[in-house]
Protein backbone atom coordinates (compact mmCIF):
# COMPACT_ATOMS: atom_id res chain seq x y z
CA UNK A 1 0.00 0.00 0.00
CA UNK A 2 3.04 2.34 0.73
CA UNK A 3 3.72 2.75 -3.35
CA UNK A 4 -0.31 2.73 -4.03
CA UNK A 5 -0.29 5.93 -1.54
CA UNK A 6 3.26 7.71 -2.84
CA UNK A 7 1.36 7.19 -6.20
CA UNK A 8 -2.04 8.82 -5.07
CA UNK A 9 -0.11 11.52 -3.44
CA UNK A 10 2.01 12.30 -6.60
CA UNK A 11 -1.15 12.66 -9.14
CA UNK A 12 -2.87 14.95 -6.98
CA UNK A 13 1.00 17.18 -6.84
CA UNK A 14 1.31 16.90 -10.01
CA UNK A 15 -1.62 18.96 -10.81
CA UNK A 16 -0.61 21.76 -8.56
CA UNK A 17 3.02 21.82 -8.88
CA UNK A 18 3.66 20.98 -12.76
CA UNK A 19 0.38 21.87 -13.71
CA UNK A 20 1.24 25.23 -12.89
CA UNK A 21 3.99 25.43 -14.46
CA UNK A 22 2.09 24.47 -17.96
CA UNK A 23 0.28 27.16 -17.11
CA UNK A 24 2.14 29.45 -16.96
CA UNK A 25 3.62 28.03 -20.36
CA UNK A 26 0.28 29.02 -21.63
CA UNK A 27 -0.52 32.29 -19.39
CA UNK A 28 -4.46 32.73 -19.62
CA UNK A 29 -5.53 35.97 -20.72
CA UNK A 30 -9.17 38.00 -20.32
CA UNK A 31 -9.64 37.74 -24.04
CA UNK A 32 -13.47 37.39 -25.17
CA UNK A 33 -14.18 33.37 -25.56
CA UNK A 34 -15.67 31.70 -28.13
CA UNK A 35 -19.17 30.44 -25.97
CA UNK A 36 -19.19 34.95 -25.08
CA UNK A 37 -18.56 35.78 -28.67
CA UNK A 38 -20.44 33.15 -31.03
CA UNK A 39 -23.73 31.73 -29.03
CA UNK A 40 -25.71 29.68 -31.22
CA UNK A 41 -28.04 28.05 -28.57
CA UNK A 42 -26.24 24.43 -29.83
CA UNK A 43 -22.93 24.43 -29.34
CA UNK A 44 -21.92 27.89 -28.28
CA UNK A 45 -23.59 27.76 -24.96
CA UNK A 46 -22.06 29.00 -21.69
CA UNK A 47 -22.07 26.84 -18.62
CA UNK A 48 -21.01 27.12 -15.51
CA UNK A 49 -17.20 26.14 -14.77
CA UNK A 50 -17.85 22.54 -12.43
CA UNK A 51 -20.58 21.79 -15.21
CA UNK A 52 -17.86 21.96 -18.03
CA UNK A 53 -15.80 19.80 -15.24
CA UNK A 54 -18.00 17.18 -15.08
CA UNK A 55 -18.61 16.95 -18.58
CA UNK A 56 -15.21 16.57 -19.40
CA UNK A 57 -13.92 14.29 -16.77
CA UNK A 58 -17.17 12.43 -18.39
CA UNK A 59 -16.54 12.85 -21.92
CA UNK A 60 -12.63 11.43 -21.72
CA UNK A 61 -13.38 8.41 -18.90
CA UNK A 62 -15.49 6.08 -20.52
CA UNK A 63 -14.40 2.76 -19.97
CA UNK A 64 -10.51 3.21 -19.90
CA UNK A 65 -10.01 4.67 -16.42
CA UNK A 66 -12.10 1.33 -15.08
CA UNK A 67 -11.44 -1.71 -17.67
CA UNK A 68 -8.02 -0.22 -18.82
CA UNK A 69 -6.41 0.22 -16.03
CA UNK A 70 -8.17 -3.07 -15.17
CA UNK A 71 -5.92 -4.97 -17.81
CA UNK A 72 -2.93 -2.88 -17.21
CA UNK A 73 -2.85 -3.95 -13.47
CA UNK A 74 -2.17 -7.69 -15.33
CA UNK A 75 0.97 -6.16 -16.15
CA UNK A 76 2.41 -5.76 -12.29
CA UNK A 77 3.24 -2.87 -10.59
CA UNK A 78 4.56 -0.92 -13.50
CA UNK A 79 0.79 0.05 -14.42
CA UNK A 80 1.32 2.16 -11.11
CA UNK A 81 4.39 3.94 -12.59
CA UNK A 82 3.02 4.76 -15.95
CA UNK A 83 -0.33 5.96 -14.74
CA UNK A 84 1.39 8.44 -12.41
CA UNK A 85 3.98 9.26 -15.08
CA UNK A 86 1.88 9.26 -17.97
CA UNK A 87 -0.85 11.44 -16.06
CA UNK A 88 1.78 14.21 -14.98
CA UNK A 89 3.96 14.39 -18.09
CA UNK A 90 2.24 13.23 -21.01
CA UNK A 91 -1.71 13.57 -20.41
CA UNK A 92 -2.48 16.86 -18.32
CA UNK A 93 0.31 18.55 -20.80
CA UNK A 94 -1.71 17.14 -23.88
CA UNK A 95 -4.94 17.73 -22.29
CA UNK A 96 -4.43 21.41 -21.36
CA UNK A 97 -2.63 22.68 -24.36
CA UNK A 98 -4.64 21.01 -26.65
CA UNK A 99 -8.05 22.07 -25.22
CA UNK A 100 -6.20 25.74 -24.90
CA UNK A 101 -5.33 25.81 -28.37
CA UNK A 102 -9.25 25.15 -29.40
CA UNK A 103 -10.11 27.82 -26.73
CA UNK A 104 -7.86 30.69 -28.56
CA UNK A 105 -9.24 29.10 -32.03
CA UNK A 106 -13.04 29.80 -31.96
CA UNK A 107 -13.35 26.20 -30.43
CA UNK A 108 -12.16 24.63 -33.57
CA UNK A 109 -11.79 20.86 -34.04
CA UNK A 110 -8.50 18.55 -33.11
CA UNK A 111 -7.72 18.24 -37.21
CA UNK A 112 -8.05 21.69 -37.57
CA UNK A 113 -5.46 22.27 -35.01
CA UNK A 114 -3.34 19.86 -36.38
CA UNK A 115 -3.46 21.14 -39.54
CA UNK A 116 -2.75 24.69 -38.71
CA UNK A 117 1.00 23.30 -37.58
CA UNK A 118 1.43 20.16 -39.83
CA UNK A 119 0.16 21.53 -43.08
CA UNK A 120 -3.24 20.75 -45.05
CA UNK A 121 -1.97 17.87 -46.08
CA UNK A 122 -2.17 16.08 -42.42
CA UNK A 123 -4.97 18.07 -41.55
CA UNK A 124 -7.05 16.19 -44.16
CA UNK A 125 -5.43 12.90 -43.12
CA UNK A 126 -6.32 13.68 -39.71
CA UNK A 127 -9.39 14.62 -40.37
CA UNK A 128 -10.81 10.97 -41.81
CA UNK A 129 -8.75 9.01 -39.06
CA UNK A 130 -10.14 10.93 -36.57
CA UNK A 131 -13.24 10.91 -37.21
CA UNK A 132 -13.29 7.26 -37.99
CA UNK A 133 -11.60 6.50 -34.59
CA UNK A 134 -14.85 8.50 -32.91
CA UNK A 135 -17.31 6.61 -34.85
CA UNK A 136 -15.53 3.94 -33.34
CA UNK A 137 -15.97 4.64 -29.88
CA UNK A 138 -19.55 5.47 -30.31
CA UNK A 139 -20.11 1.78 -31.21
CA UNK A 140 -17.43 0.03 -28.65
CA UNK A 141 -19.08 2.02 -25.87
CA UNK A 142 -22.44 0.69 -26.65
CA UNK A 143 -22.06 -3.04 -26.54
CA UNK A 144 -20.37 -2.88 -22.89
CA UNK A 145 -23.26 -1.08 -21.14
CA UNK A 146 -26.01 -2.69 -22.80
CA UNK A 147 -24.50 -6.28 -21.65
CA UNK A 148 -24.55 -5.11 -17.93
CA UNK A 149 -27.90 -3.41 -18.50
CA UNK A 150 -29.51 -6.75 -19.61
CA UNK A 151 -27.63 -8.82 -16.75
CA UNK A 152 -29.99 -6.38 -14.60
CA UNK A 153 -33.22 -6.72 -16.08
CA UNK A 154 -35.58 -9.27 -17.23
CA UNK A 155 -34.63 -11.85 -19.58
CA UNK A 156 -37.29 -9.87 -22.50
CA UNK A 157 -35.10 -6.74 -21.76
CA UNK A 158 -31.75 -8.91 -23.79
CA UNK A 159 -28.71 -7.00 -24.72
CA UNK A 160 -30.19 -6.18 -28.05
CA UNK A 161 -32.75 -4.04 -26.62
CA UNK A 162 -30.48 -2.22 -24.77
CA UNK A 163 -28.16 -0.85 -27.76
CA UNK A 164 -31.20 0.00 -29.44
CA UNK A 165 -32.38 2.09 -26.45
CA UNK A 166 -29.30 3.86 -25.94
CA UNK A 167 -28.19 4.32 -29.42
CA UNK A 168 -31.83 6.62 -29.48
CA UNK A 169 -30.29 8.19 -26.53
CA UNK A 170 -26.65 8.66 -28.31
CA UNK A 171 -28.84 10.08 -31.50
CA UNK A 172 -30.99 12.90 -29.07
CA UNK A 173 -27.59 13.67 -27.46
CA UNK A 174 -25.94 14.30 -30.79
CA UNK A 175 -28.52 16.12 -32.33
CA UNK A 176 -29.81 18.23 -29.22
CA UNK A 177 -28.64 21.43 -28.01
CA UNK A 178 -25.86 20.50 -25.19
CA UNK A 179 -27.19 21.49 -22.32
CA UNK A 180 -30.23 20.08 -23.04
CA UNK A 181 -29.21 17.08 -22.10
CA UNK A 182 -25.52 16.07 -21.56
CA UNK A 183 -25.54 19.61 -19.77
CA UNK A 184 -28.15 18.05 -17.07
CA UNK A 185 -27.66 14.63 -16.82
CA UNK A 186 -23.74 14.21 -16.87
CA UNK A 187 -23.23 15.44 -13.47
CA UNK A 188 -25.64 12.56 -11.78
CA UNK A 189 -23.55 10.34 -13.75
CA UNK A 190 -20.43 12.05 -12.07
CA UNK A 191 -21.55 11.79 -8.82
CA UNK A 192 -22.12 7.85 -9.48
CA UNK A 193 -18.92 7.70 -11.38
CA UNK A 194 -16.93 9.32 -8.58
CA UNK A 195 -18.77 7.61 -5.43
CA UNK A 196 -18.03 4.60 -7.18
CA UNK A 197 -14.00 5.53 -7.15
CA UNK A 198 -13.98 6.97 -3.26
CA UNK A 199 -16.12 4.30 -2.59
CA UNK A 200 -13.50 1.36 -3.70
CA UNK A 201 -10.46 4.21 -2.80
CA UNK A 202 -12.37 3.63 1.35
CA UNK A 203 -12.05 0.16 0.94
CA UNK A 204 -8.53 -0.19 -0.11
CA UNK A 205 -7.56 1.82 3.18
CA UNK A 206 -10.31 -0.30 5.14
CA UNK A 207 -8.87 -3.66 3.59
CA UNK A 208 -5.22 -2.94 3.36
CA UNK A 209 -4.05 -5.70 0.89
CA UNK A 210 -0.92 -6.70 0.58
CA UNK A 211 -0.32 -5.19 -2.67
CA UNK A 212 3.31 -5.64 -4.54
CA UNK A 213 5.70 -2.59 -3.46
CA UNK A 214 7.96 -1.08 -6.28
CA UNK A 215 10.75 -1.95 -3.19
CA UNK A 216 10.25 -5.77 -4.66
CA UNK A 217 10.54 -5.00 -8.58
CA UNK A 218 7.93 -5.03 -11.28
CA UNK A 219 5.54 -7.52 -9.80
CA UNK A 220 4.03 -10.57 -11.39
CA UNK A 221 3.14 -9.99 -15.21
CA UNK A 222 0.08 -12.72 -15.21
CA UNK A 223 -0.46 -11.89 -19.51
CA UNK A 224 2.35 -13.40 -20.84
CA UNK A 225 3.14 -10.28 -23.08
CA UNK A 226 6.23 -7.56 -22.90
CA UNK A 227 5.08 -4.69 -21.34
CA UNK A 228 6.83 -2.59 -23.83
CA UNK A 229 4.54 -1.82 -25.61
CA UNK A 230 1.31 -3.47 -25.09
CA UNK A 231 0.75 -2.03 -21.49
CA UNK A 232 1.34 1.65 -22.79
CA UNK A 233 -1.75 0.68 -25.13
CA UNK A 234 -3.64 -0.89 -22.99
CA UNK A 235 -3.49 1.75 -20.11
CA UNK A 236 -4.72 4.72 -22.36
CA UNK A 237 -7.22 7.06 -20.90
CA UNK A 238 -5.80 6.56 -17.68
CA UNK A 239 -2.31 8.23 -18.72
CA UNK A 240 -2.26 9.67 -22.00
CA UNK A 241 -5.20 9.63 -24.80
CA UNK A 242 -5.41 11.27 -28.01
CA UNK A 243 -9.59 11.07 -27.51
CA UNK A 244 -9.06 13.39 -25.01
CA UNK A 245 -8.21 16.03 -27.72
CA UNK A 246 -11.23 15.53 -29.37
CA UNK A 247 -13.45 16.12 -26.55
CA UNK A 248 -11.94 19.54 -26.00
CA UNK A 249 -13.36 21.61 -28.40
CA UNK A 250 -16.85 20.44 -27.25
CA UNK A 251 -15.83 22.27 -23.97
CA UNK A 252 -14.05 25.12 -25.25
CA UNK A 253 -17.24 26.23 -27.24
CA UNK A 254 -19.00 26.41 -23.53
CA UNK A 255 -16.11 27.93 -21.13
CA UNK A 256 -16.76 31.44 -20.22
CA UNK A 257 -12.85 32.93 -19.59
CA UNK A 258 -9.41 31.48 -19.98
CA UNK A 259 -8.56 30.47 -16.37
CA UNK A 260 -11.19 27.60 -16.64
CA UNK A 261 -8.74 25.59 -18.99
CA UNK A 262 -6.50 24.63 -16.33
CA UNK A 263 -9.15 22.82 -13.71
CA UNK A 264 -11.51 21.94 -17.17
CA UNK A 265 -8.68 20.09 -19.19
CA UNK A 266 -6.16 19.45 -16.63
CA UNK A 267 -8.56 18.63 -13.56
CA UNK A 268 -10.32 15.92 -15.70
CA UNK A 269 -7.25 14.21 -16.61
CA UNK A 270 -5.73 14.06 -13.25
CA UNK A 271 -9.24 13.14 -11.74
CA UNK A 272 -9.44 9.94 -14.56
CA UNK A 273 -5.33 9.14 -13.90
CA UNK A 274 -6.75 9.08 -9.63
CA UNK A 275 -9.65 6.84 -11.06
CA UNK A 276 -7.55 4.43 -13.42
CA UNK A 277 -4.90 4.10 -10.20
CA UNK A 278 -7.33 3.16 -7.93
CA UNK A 279 -8.93 0.37 -10.34
CA UNK A 280 -5.61 -0.86 -10.98
CA UNK A 281 -5.11 -1.27 -7.07
CA UNK A 282 -8.03 -3.05 -6.65
CA UNK A 283 -7.57 -5.24 -9.74
CA UNK A 284 -3.69 -6.61 -8.35
CA UNK A 285 -5.83 -6.83 -4.51
CA UNK A 286 -8.51 -9.11 -6.23
CA UNK A 287 -6.19 -10.98 -8.68
CA UNK A 288 -4.03 -11.85 -5.81
CA UNK A 289 -7.02 -12.89 -3.71
CA UNK A 290 -9.13 -14.75 -6.65
CA UNK A 291 -6.28 -15.84 -8.90
CA UNK A 292 -6.10 -13.71 -12.49
CA UNK A 293 -8.25 -17.03 -14.82
CA UNK A 294 -11.21 -18.74 -14.12
CA UNK A 295 -13.18 -21.94 -15.34
CA UNK A 296 -15.81 -21.49 -17.82
CA UNK A 297 -17.53 -24.20 -19.68
CA UNK A 298 -14.63 -26.55 -18.50
CA UNK A 299 -11.88 -24.44 -20.09
CA UNK A 300 -9.48 -21.80 -18.28
CA UNK A 301 -10.44 -18.58 -19.57
CA UNK A 302 -9.47 -14.73 -18.76
CA UNK A 303 -11.57 -12.65 -16.53
CA UNK A 304 -12.74 -9.66 -18.55
CA UNK A 305 -12.71 -5.81 -17.49
CA UNK A 306 -16.47 -6.07 -16.60
CA UNK A 307 -16.18 -9.56 -14.91
CA UNK A 308 -13.71 -7.65 -12.28
CA UNK A 309 -15.17 -4.56 -11.66
CA UNK A 310 -18.44 -5.47 -10.89
CA UNK A 311 -17.20 -8.26 -8.74
CA UNK A 312 -15.03 -6.24 -6.33
CA UNK A 313 -17.84 -3.84 -6.62
CA UNK A 314 -20.25 -6.16 -4.86
CA UNK A 315 -18.02 -7.76 -2.58
CA UNK A 316 -16.66 -4.44 -1.46
CA UNK A 317 -19.55 -1.75 -1.62
CA UNK A 318 -22.12 -4.61 -0.91
CA UNK A 319 -25.63 -4.76 -2.47
CA UNK A 320 -26.39 -0.96 -2.93
CA UNK A 321 -23.04 0.45 -3.01
CA UNK A 322 -21.99 -2.26 -5.87
CA UNK A 323 -25.25 -1.26 -7.69
CA UNK A 324 -23.98 2.64 -7.83
CA UNK A 325 -20.94 1.47 -8.54
CA UNK A 326 -22.65 -1.07 -11.58
CA UNK A 327 -24.79 2.06 -12.20
CA UNK A 328 -21.33 4.00 -12.72
CA UNK A 329 -19.74 1.60 -14.98
CA UNK A 330 -22.68 1.72 -17.51
CA UNK A 331 -22.72 5.65 -17.10
CA UNK A 332 -19.25 5.92 -17.76
CA UNK A 333 -18.69 4.46 -21.28
CA UNK A 334 -22.31 5.74 -22.33
CA UNK A 335 -21.50 9.41 -21.39
CA UNK A 336 -18.30 9.32 -23.72
CA UNK A 337 -20.09 7.40 -26.97
CA UNK A 338 -22.71 10.63 -27.27
CA UNK A 339 -20.34 13.19 -27.20
CA UNK A 340 -17.84 10.98 -29.21
CA UNK A 341 -20.80 11.19 -32.23
CA UNK A 342 -21.20 14.69 -31.14
CA UNK A 343 -17.49 15.99 -31.92
CA UNK A 344 -17.94 13.26 -35.12
CA UNK A 345 -20.81 15.75 -36.16
CA UNK A 346 -18.55 18.58 -35.48
CA UNK A 347 -15.62 17.88 -37.18
CA UNK A 348 -17.86 16.63 -40.59
CA UNK A 349 -19.70 20.29 -40.02
CA UNK A 350 -16.31 21.88 -40.40
CA UNK A 351 -15.15 19.80 -42.71
CA UNK A 352 -17.77 20.65 -45.32
CA UNK A 353 -18.70 24.51 -44.12
CA UNK A 354 -22.49 22.77 -42.73
CA UNK A 355 -23.89 25.42 -40.13
CA UNK A 356 -24.96 23.74 -37.36
CA UNK A 357 -27.37 26.12 -35.98
CA UNK A 358 -30.94 24.54 -37.73
CA UNK A 359 -31.91 21.13 -36.98
CA UNK A 360 -31.75 19.74 -40.91
CA UNK A 361 -28.63 20.65 -41.43
CA UNK A 362 -27.50 18.87 -37.78
CA UNK A 363 -29.76 15.61 -39.73
CA UNK A 364 -27.73 16.08 -42.50
CA UNK A 365 -24.84 15.44 -41.76
CA UNK A 366 -25.64 13.16 -38.72
CA UNK A 367 -27.38 10.89 -41.00
CA UNK A 368 -24.03 8.88 -42.44
CA UNK A 369 -22.50 8.79 -39.19
CA UNK A 370 -25.12 7.19 -37.64
CA UNK A 371 -25.44 4.35 -40.22
CA UNK A 372 -21.68 3.66 -40.08
CA UNK A 373 -22.02 3.62 -36.20
CA UNK A 374 -24.95 0.76 -36.73
CA UNK A 375 -23.04 -0.96 -39.22
CA UNK A 376 -19.85 -1.03 -36.93
CA UNK A 377 -22.14 -2.33 -34.36
CA UNK A 378 -23.67 -5.02 -36.50
CA UNK A 379 -20.47 -6.22 -37.21
CA UNK A 380 -19.48 -6.62 -32.99
CA UNK A 381 -22.84 -8.44 -32.23
CA UNK A 382 -22.96 -10.44 -35.16
CA UNK A 383 -18.95 -12.02 -34.44
CA UNK A 384 -18.16 -13.28 -31.29
CA UNK A 385 -14.68 -11.91 -31.16
CA UNK A 386 -16.24 -8.69 -33.18
CA UNK A 387 -15.69 -6.52 -30.49
CA UNK A 388 -12.69 -7.23 -29.04
CA UNK A 389 -11.17 -7.07 -32.34
CA UNK A 390 -12.67 -3.18 -33.01
CA UNK A 391 -11.61 -2.56 -29.32
CA UNK A 392 -7.85 -3.34 -30.18
CA UNK A 393 -8.08 -1.02 -33.20
CA UNK A 394 -9.33 1.53 -30.88
CA UNK A 395 -7.07 1.48 -28.76
CA UNK A 396 -3.59 1.57 -31.22
CA UNK A 397 -5.71 4.33 -33.17
CA UNK A 398 -6.33 5.90 -29.77
CA UNK A 399 -2.80 6.23 -28.47
CA UNK A 400 -1.27 7.44 -32.28
CA UNK A 401 -3.98 10.26 -32.16
CA UNK A 402 -2.07 11.52 -29.15
CA UNK A 403 1.44 11.01 -31.29
CA UNK A 404 0.24 13.31 -33.97
CA UNK A 405 -1.62 15.67 -30.87
CA UNK A 406 1.36 15.88 -29.00
CA UNK A 407 3.57 16.60 -32.14
CA UNK A 408 1.57 19.74 -32.92
CA UNK A 409 1.99 21.11 -29.44
CA UNK A 410 5.93 20.66 -30.02
CA UNK A 411 5.36 22.73 -32.94
CA UNK A 412 3.53 24.95 -31.73
CA UNK A 413 5.87 25.46 -28.57
CA UNK A 414 8.65 25.68 -30.58
CA UNK A 415 7.29 28.46 -32.97
CA UNK A 416 6.23 30.36 -29.83
CA UNK A 417 9.67 29.86 -28.32
CA UNK A 418 8.55 28.51 -25.38
CA UNK A 419 9.67 24.70 -23.45
CA UNK A 420 8.80 22.65 -26.04
CA UNK A 421 10.91 19.83 -24.94
CA UNK A 422 7.35 19.05 -22.47
CA UNK A 423 5.41 17.66 -25.27
CA UNK A 424 9.05 16.25 -27.52
CA UNK A 425 9.88 13.77 -24.96
CA UNK A 426 6.35 12.39 -25.00
CA UNK A 427 5.62 12.52 -28.48
CA UNK A 428 9.31 10.41 -29.34
CA UNK A 429 8.06 8.14 -26.14
CA UNK A 430 4.34 7.88 -27.56
CA UNK A 431 5.96 7.39 -31.26
CA UNK A 432 7.91 4.34 -30.37
CA UNK A 433 4.99 2.44 -28.64
CA UNK A 434 2.21 3.02 -31.12
CA UNK A 435 5.02 1.96 -34.26
CA UNK A 436 6.22 -1.31 -31.94
CA UNK A 437 2.29 -1.73 -31.30
CA UNK A 438 1.30 -2.03 -34.68
CA UNK A 439 4.92 -4.38 -35.56
CA UNK A 440 4.38 -6.96 -32.85
CA UNK A 441 0.52 -7.00 -32.32
CA UNK A 442 -1.82 -10.02 -33.81
CA UNK A 443 -4.12 -7.57 -35.39
CA UNK A 444 -0.93 -5.43 -36.96
CA UNK A 445 1.87 -7.19 -38.48
CA UNK A 446 2.99 -9.30 -36.48
CA UNK A 447 6.46 -8.89 -36.69
CA UNK A 448 9.07 -10.74 -34.21
CA UNK A 449 9.60 -8.64 -30.42
CA UNK A 450 13.22 -8.34 -31.87
CA UNK A 451 12.16 -6.51 -35.61
CA UNK A 452 9.58 -4.66 -33.96
CA UNK A 453 11.81 -2.90 -31.64
CA UNK A 454 14.75 -1.94 -34.32
CA UNK A 455 11.64 -0.66 -36.60
CA UNK A 456 10.01 1.17 -33.54
CA UNK A 457 13.40 2.75 -32.48
CA UNK A 458 14.47 3.73 -36.17
CA UNK A 459 10.80 5.67 -36.28
CA UNK A 460 12.08 7.16 -33.43
CA UNK A 461 15.83 8.56 -34.13
CA UNK A 462 13.88 9.71 -37.84
CA UNK A 463 10.98 11.42 -36.16
CA UNK A 464 13.94 13.54 -33.95
CA UNK A 465 15.89 14.16 -36.97
CA UNK A 466 12.63 15.39 -38.95
CA UNK A 467 12.50 17.99 -35.90
CA UNK A 468 15.69 18.81 -35.57
CA UNK A 469 15.81 19.60 -39.14
CA UNK A 470 12.93 21.78 -39.39
CA UNK A 471 13.40 23.79 -36.08
CA UNK A 472 17.09 24.72 -37.51
CA UNK A 473 14.94 26.01 -41.00
CA UNK A 474 12.54 27.63 -38.84
CA UNK A 475 14.99 29.34 -36.68
CA UNK A 476 17.19 30.45 -39.94
CA UNK A 477 14.17 31.38 -41.57
CA UNK A 478 12.76 33.52 -38.75
CA UNK A 479 16.37 35.73 -38.54
Not at 93 to 109: F, I, K, Q, V
Not at 212 to 219: C, K, N
Not at 255 to 281: C, D, S, Y
Not at 364 to 393: H, Q
Request: proline share 5%; net charge positive; hydrophobic share 50%.
Amino acid sequence: MVTFTICLLLLVGGYFVYGKIIERIVRPTAKPVPALLHPDGVDYIPMPGWKIFMIQFLNIAGLGPIFGAIMGAQFGTASYIWIVVGTIFAGITHDYLAGMLSLRNNGETLPDTVGRYLGLGTKQVMRVFTVVLLVLVGAVFVSGPAGLLANMTPAHLDATFWIVVIFIYYILATLLPIDKIIGKIYPLFAVVLLFMALGILFMLFWRHPQLPEITEGLGENYTGLSIFPMMFVSIACGAISGFHATQSPLMARCMTNEKQGRPVFMGAMVAEGIVALIWAAAATSFFQENGISYMLDGKEALYTGADVASAISNEWLGAFGGLLAILGIIAAPISTGDTALRSARLMVADMFKVEQRSMSKRLIVCVPIFLVTMAILFFSIRDKEGFNIIWRYFAWSNQTLSVFTLWTLTIYLTQKKKPFRITLIPALFMTAVCVTYICVAPEGLGLSETRSYVIGGACVVMSAAWYMVWRKRFNTKKI
